[in-house]
C-alpha cells in the first residue's frame, strides 16, 4: 500500500500518481541526472511534471514544444531552455544534442527529426501513444548508436520513491480542481490544449 509523504497533499497525490510516475520512471531507469542533457517534448500534463523531476535530479533540461506559448512556465518549472519544433531551424540548431529525449506527445511526430537531436549512445523514449503507428526511420537511428524505447509507468516500489522524491524536492502536479458537473466543459478543454496543466474533480461535487 502507497503511503503518502508529508508535503503532499490529497490533491495533490492523484495526479502525481499518474503524470509523476509516468515521467519518474524512465528519467530514473535511463540515468536523468548532472551531466545529462534531457529534452521533454511536451508541456502538458505529463510533459510540465517531466520538466520538474528532469531539473530536480540536477540534469539539464530543455523543452521542445510547438510555440513558445508557455516558455514562461517551462523555465519556471526548472527548463533551462525551450525551443519551438515549429521552427524547423531548432533541428538543425539542437542536432546530435541530448542524452535522453522523453516524448509526451499522443499524436504522430517526425521522428526522424526527433532522433537526430539525440547524441553517441541516445535514447528517444516514448511515453505519449498516437493512436496511428510510427515509422521507423533506421538511417536516423544507426548514426551515434541511438536508441527509441518505450515506457509505461512504475511499480508500487517505485511509485513509493516517486512520492518521496516529490516531497523531498517540494514537487507537486500544477493542477485545476474543477466539480463534476464541468466534466465536459474540461473534456473539450483538454482537446484544445487550453489546461495548465491537469483537471481534478473534487469528489465531494459527485452524486
Not at 523514449?125 to 541511438?146: C, D, S, T
Not at 511499480?155 to 514537487?171: P, V, W
Amino acid at each position: 500500500m502507497l503511503g503518502i509523504p508529508e508535503g503532499i497533499g490529497l490533491d495533490e497525490a492523484a495526479p502525481l500518481l499518474c503524470a509523476g510516475i509516468t515521467l519518474y520512471s524512465p528519467l530514473r531507469h535511463w540515468g536523468a541526472g548532472p551531466g545529462k542533457k534531457v529534452a521533454i517534448v511536451g508541456l502538458g500534463g505529463l510533459g510540465h511534471m517531466g520538466v520538474k523531476i528532469a531539473a530536480a535530479m540536477g540534469a539539464e533540461v530543455t523543452v521542445l514544444s510547438q510555440t513558445l506559448s508557455k516558455e514562461e512556465d517551462g523555465r519556471r518549472f526548472g527548463a533551462q531552455h525551450y525551443h519551438a519544433t515549429a521552427d524547423d531551424t531548432t533541428f538543425e540548431e539542437l542536432a546530435g544534442s541530448f542524452d535522453l529525449i522523453v516524448n509526451t506527445v499522443s499524436a504522430p511526430l517526425p521522428m526522424e527529426k526527433y532522433l537526430s537531436l539525440l547524441g553517441l549512445d541516445g535514447t528517444l523514449v516514448n511515453v505519449g501513444a498516437p493512436a496511428e503507428p510510427l515509422e521507423v526511420p533506421a538511417f536516423a537511428l544507426i548514426p551515434m548508436r541511438r536508441s527509441w524505447a518505450g515506457s509505461m509507468i512504475g511499480g508500487i516500489r517505485e511509485t513509493q520513491e516517486m512520492l518521496d522524491f516529490c516531497a523531498e524536492h517540494g514537487l507537486g502536479a500544477e493542477i485545476e480542481l474543477i466539480d463534476a458537473s464541468r466534466i465536459d466543459e474540461a473534456y473539450d478543454r483538454v482537446v484544445a490544449s487550453d489546461v495548465r496543466y491537469r483537471f481534478v474533480i473534487d469528489a465531494a461535487t459527485i452524486a
